[in-house]
């Protein structure tokens, strides 16, 4: 099962940010949080990741809770071309294997 | 720097045939998942491989599917005397790593059962 929990839809206004939350209240001390994306019938796209400390890159930003508990990830100016199925996944670091489990994730709907 | 690349891009084929599904991951990357998605469904793991080793195969059902990573060409994802049940979206990630590496997908092989 995913270690994490997210809304399962979300509307944003076009040029408006777009916030969407995840929940990961279980992570332990040596998982990351990475965050991808699935526009309509293509593969999964990566975007993002952090351990504790926000993120920026071209792409969004990354905001890690203190307890490291939640995040959000942020698209800053949403596009109709941002609207897709965005997936936040924890998984451990090291050289010891750990399966990539994907949620339902959340449906964001870009609306103009 | 080619990405992913899977093929076919399409396959279609009738009860009980056989469906291979290729999987080429970009340069430098030796480790492989593959991923089943229904319609209307998430992705659903089914096996990772280093090459010519089967790490984790527990996503995948126990007949008729099969995997391998050759030393040498691309991960081939072989499904035997298909089903209806099998039509689904099949994509392959490849990763430089074990963990804490991201995944880079392919654009999937888009299977249908006649």
């Known amino acids: 099962d995913a270690k994490t929990t997210q809304p399962t839809s979300m509307d944003c206004a076009e040029g408006r940010a777009a916030n969407l939350p995840c929940n990961h209240s279980t992570i332990s001390g040596n998982e990351y949080v990475y965050w991808y994306r699935q526009i309509h019938s293509q593969g999964p796209q990566y975007i993002i990741h952090?351990?504790?400390n926000n993120e920026t890159n071209e792409m969004a930003s990354l905001i890690i809770t203190e307890d490291r508990k939640s995040s959000t990830l942020i698209l800053p100016h949403a596009t109709l071309r941002d609207t897709a199925v965005y997936y936040c996944?924890?998984?451990?670091?090291?050289?010891?294997?750990?399966?990539?489990?994907f949620g339902p994730g959340t449906s964001l709907s870009v609306i103009p | 720097n080619a990405g992913v690349m899977q093929n076919p891009r399409h396959l279609v084929r009738r009860r009980g045939q056989e469906a291979r599904l290729r999987c080429s991951p970009m340069k430098g990357h030796s480790h492989v998942y593959w991923y089943r998605q229904l319609p209307e469904e998430g992705l659903k793991f089914m096996v990772y491989l280093q090459k010519e080793n089967i790490i984790d195969e527990s996503g995948m059902p126990k007949e008729r599917f099969s995997a391998e990573f050759p030393k040498e060409g691309p991960s081939i994802l072989r499904i035997q005397q298909v089903v209806r049940g099998d039509s689904a979206a099949y994509f392959c990630a490849s990763a430089q790593g074990a963990s804490n590496e991201k995944l880079f997908f392919g654009s999937g092989t888009q299977l249908s059962v006649l």
């Open positions: 952090g351990l504790k």
């Open positions: 996944i924890v998984r451990g670091r090291g050289t010891s294997y750990d399966k990539v489990i």
